[in-house]
């Protein structure tokens, strides 16, 4: 089935300094990705939509200047957390959809532990 | 404003016997609707999923039921397995795009013991 490939799987920062996550499809091509931030015991929340080639989709209240979303090829998403605080300190996941294969729902990236001290 | 809720945070069931997962949604522009399982510190895992024109779905041992009128799908394992404990979370989009935004439920701990 679809792979969706994230990294890293975790990582501490300081207080001030940013942070790049990477998702990719591997085995088909993305126009379009999501990035999503979950605290512990709470849901997912979709913070952007990642659009290939263009500016990303920011859901209300998710700073863009923050988080930058980079979107440059069909394979490739990042995600930077910029100027990190410890209240970013989340779990960030992304996901793709292969349009080929919608009957499998969107896959999601393994995530990434932000811990920002 | 949640517009996927999962009432129940968290459910045990025996091993060998039904697990049942519900779902309410608000928004009536939800046409399609996922299931997904999920471990602490990954991603989640697509389970199952249904289109608003049907009103049931089946792969092995899990099951979905939508009930458009009332809002409200189901999740139905049978039967229940330890392997099967995780954090169980609904998903809805209005579209079948590839751009279409999935909202998510709360989710539901499900622990199943021998």
């Known amino acids: 089935g679809a792979v969706v490939s994230q990294h890293p799987s975790w990582v501490i920062c300081k207080s001030g300094t940013s942070v790049k996550i990477e998702c990719r499809s591997l085995d088909f091509q993305a126009t379009t990705m999501f990035w999503y931030r979950q605290f512990p015991k709470q849901s997912l929340m979709l913070m952007a939509t990642s659009n290939e080639g263009s500016k990303a989709t920011y859901e209300q209240g998710v700073e863009k200047d923050k988080f930058l979303i980079n979107h440059a090829s069909l394979t490739l998403s990042t995600l930077t957390v910029t100027s990190a605080h410890p209240e970013d300190s989340s779990f960030y996941i992304c996901?793709?959809?292969?349009?080929?294969?919608w009957g499998y729902g969107y896959t999601f990236g393994s995530g990434t532990r932000l811990t920002v001290v | 404003d949640q517009q996927v809720k999962q009432n129940s945070p968290s459910l045990s069931v025996q091993e060998g016997r039904i697990s049942i997962l519900n779902c309410d949604y608000t928004n009536s522009m939800f046409d399609y609707f996922l299931w997904y399982k999920k471990y602490p510190a990954e991603g989640p895992t697509f389970l199952i999923s249904i289109s608003s024109i049907k009103d049931k779905n089946e792969d092995g041992r899990f099951t979905v039921f939508l009930n458009k009128s009332a809002k409200h799908l189901s999740l139905h394992i049978v039967p229940s397995q330890p392997g099967d404990s995780a954090v169980y979370f609904c998903?809805?989009?209005?579209?079948?795009?590839?751009?279409?935004?999935?909202?998510f439920g709360t989710g539901t701990r499900l622990q199943v013991t021998l």
């Open positions: 998903a809805a989009s209005e579209d079948t795009g590839t751009a279409s935004k999935l909202t």
């Open positions: 996901s793709a959809r292969d349009s080929e294969r």
